[in-house]
Nanobody, 126 residues
Framework: QVHLVESGGGLVQAGGSLRLSCAAS????????TGWFRQGPGKERECVAA????????YYADSVKGRFTISIDFVRNLVYLQMNSLKPEDTAVYYC???????????????????WGQGTQVTVSS
């Protein structure tokens, strides 16, 4: 059983930056496919970034390309989501998700992930 805990959310002004962290226990990110999802009020959960077990492949939603970066710290067993140039429309609860499997492709839909964190709130003020 993999347990995920997100941290780093908060309130930031538009144009600012935040870095979210996802810590895993019960599993190593070197053996997991990982994704960051977000869900705003009244909206469906969407994948904003994903990375495969090696860190060699990544995915970004069009809405965050060039602003967000997903990365893995294999030593600390953390996955980060660096978020720059934040916009009010980025306001949402952000979730880290993971699934076992050392496969090359990234996973971008919620149904592909078995493990989820509790979420961290990101609020961007205008």
């Amino acid at each position: 059983q993999v347990h995920l805990v997100e941290s780093g959310g908060g309130l930031v002004q538009a144009g600012g930056s935040l870095r979210l962290s996802c810590a895993a226990s019960g599993g190593a990110f070197s053996s997991l496919a990982t994704g960051w999802f977000r869900q705003g009020p009244g909206k469906e959960r969407e994948c904003v970034a994903a990375i495969n077990y090696s860190g060699g492949r990544t995915y970004y939603a069009d809405s965050v390309k060039g602003r967000f970066t997903i990365s893995i710290d294999f030593v600390r067993n953390l996955v980060y989501l660096q978020m720059n140039s934040l916009k009010p429309e980025d306001t949402a609860v952000y979730y880290c998700a993971a699934d076992l499997g050392r496969i090359g492709r990234v996973r971008t839909t919620p149904s592909e992930y078995d493990y989820w964190g509790q979420g961290t709130q990101v609020t961007v003020s205008s």
